[in-house]
């Protein structure tokens, strides 16, 4: 018998390997899945005009579970895999429009500029949003959203 065996220095390297596999198996497979997500899509117009590009965003009032995604061509979709659980959910929507000057840049070094960009969508439909949905995943409809112009 070797040293190595009398010790038993020779099986904390191979204990050390399984400890660490299984630890590995834990911690990825026994997670639970979380709630069922589903797809939403739809629709997004302001005053009659479809939103050329710009972002929709869900966020839960709830347990739901939010997501957000772009809009363009007045579409937006967004899959099962990232899409909502089933909740109460307050929309806001935004689209940005270059103005075509240069400002500076206050998250950049001296001097930097960025170019100016202003909101186009009227703010009762983004920061100040009351739009909401009730979202079933197993239920396939579209959330279509007609903004009037203030």
């Given at each position: 018998m070797t040293a190595a065996h009398r010790s038993g220095c020779g099986r904390?390297?191979?204990?050390?390997?399984?400890v660490l596999l299984l630890a590995g198996l834990a911690a990825t497979?026994?997670?639970?899945?979380g709630p069922p997500r589903g797809a939403v899509q739809g629709t997004v117009t302001v005053g009659g005009a479809a939103v050329a590009n710009g972002v929709i965003r869900f966020f839960a009032l709830g347990d739901g579970i939010g997501s957000d995604g772009p809009i363009t061509a007045g579409r937006y979709e967004i899959p099962a895999?990232?899409?909502l659980s089933r909740g109460t959910y307050?929309?806001?929507?935004?689209?940005l429009k270059p103005t075509g000057r240069r400002v500076p840049d206050p998250d950049a070094g001296p001097g930097d500029m960025k170019d100016e960009v202003v909101e186009t969508i009227p703010v009762q439909y983004?920061?100040?949003s009351q739009l909401k949905i009730d979202f079933d995943p197993t239920e396939k409809r579209a959330h279509d959203f007609q903004l009037a112009v203030p």
């Open positions: 904390a390297p191979a204990l050390t390997g399984w497979g026994c997670r639970e899945p895999e990232r899409g307050r929309v806001e929507i935004s689209a983004n920061r100040n």
